[in-house]
């Protein structure tokens, strides 16, 4: 693995590109882009699954997206969709400045909101020739079920106390230990397993702060990361889901955007048992996810 930086607008964006086992800089590469998660970071499961890829032949680049981890921008933790689909056309820019890559032959993989992130990137970069999304997420849709107006208006009026000297607001993206969730009352499935893999030594790294810009959730509310999905997405699709539902919605979010996607060339695969954390790093089902991930890349990456 090599840790490389390219620029993004007027900041650097800080990435790991995972290389092949006997790794041959005058051979021609595919290549596939790995988004992370809303609240997570390069080295968590996006770099899992790059690392995997890349043992497959693939080259491989997980990112920090713009204004979280190492990478630049400000204001800080700042989760803005329209952003974070332009981080995905700026690492495929990269990508074919690179001459041991072929730039016909670039793929894309998100997982949870990156997933949503990488299918609307897809619709109008088409030099990205295939997707997979791993229990992938339509972040609007998700902040849209849980009273939305009344953020909003909270929204509303902390952006004009900030514009009269208040500091910025950040917040939370899950309670800071299941402990303080339960206290709160929490008890759903999907935001406890966010807990125990971001909280907790399983999947916690010190860039991975848990911290979100309070205001950035208006930009969330509006977005459907899956908007003319019907008329702009044609390239090859892979959709995997697990068939343990949480409230976070990544299995009928998946089901979604494999109805709504223009290819004809699409596929969705269920993994039995599987939660929507558990495919992020747990061996059975991360396994199960690769294997079909990685002959789906082999075959539409020619």
């Known amino acids: ?32 882009v790995c988004v992370h998660p809303g609240s997570s970071v390069k080295e968590q499961t996006a770099s899992l699954y790059a690392q995997k890829l890349a043992e497959k032949g693939f080259i491989a680049l997980a990112y920090d997206a713009s204004f979280q981890g190492e990478s630049g921008g400000e204001p800080r933790y700042l989760e803005d ?11 495929v820019d990269y990508l074919t400045t690179l ?58 009026s902390q952006r004009t106390a900030e514009a009269n000297g208040a500091e910025p607001m950040i917040t939370n993206w899950t309670p800071n230990s299941a402990k303080e969730a339960k206290q709160a009352g929490i008890n759903e499935m999907d935001m406890l397993e966010a807990i125990d893999y971001y909280r907790t030594q399983r999947g916690e790294y010190p ?17 459907d990361a899956f908007h003319l999905a019907d008329v702009l997405f044609t390239q090859p699709l892979l959709v995997i889901v697990g068939d343990k539902v949480g409230a ?21 695969h269920i993994v ?12 059975d089902t991360t396994e199960e996810a690769l294997e079909n991930l990685v002959p789906f890349f082999n075959k539409n990456l020619l």
């Open 1 to 32: 693995m090599q840790k490389v930086t390219f620029k993004n607008r007027d900041w650097d964006t800080i990435a790991n590109l995972h290389l092949p086992v006997n790794f041959d800089e005058s051979q021609n590469y595919p290549a596939i």
């Open 207 to 223: 860039t991975a702060n848990n911290k979100l810009l309070f205001t950035s959730m208006a930009n969330l509310i509006k977005f």
């Open 99 to 156: 001459n041991f890559i072929n730039e016909k032959r670039i793929g894309l993989l998100g997982i949870c909101a990156g997933g949503g992130y990488a299918a609307n990137a897809a619709m109008t970069e088409k030099r990205i020739k295939a997707v997979g999304t791993v229990v992938g997420t339509n972040t609007g849709r998700a902040f849209r079920e849980i009273n939305f107006l009344e953020t909003l208006e909270a929204i509303s």
């Open 272 to 283: 039995k048992g599987a939660s929507h954390y558990d495919l992020y790093d747990k061996p």
């Open 248 to 268: 976070f919605g990544s299995y009928r979010d998946g089901f979604d955007l494999y109805n709504k996607a223009a290819t004809t060339n699409k596929k969705i």
């Open 81 to 91: 969709p329209t952003t974070r689909v332009e981080d995905i056309r700026y690492a």
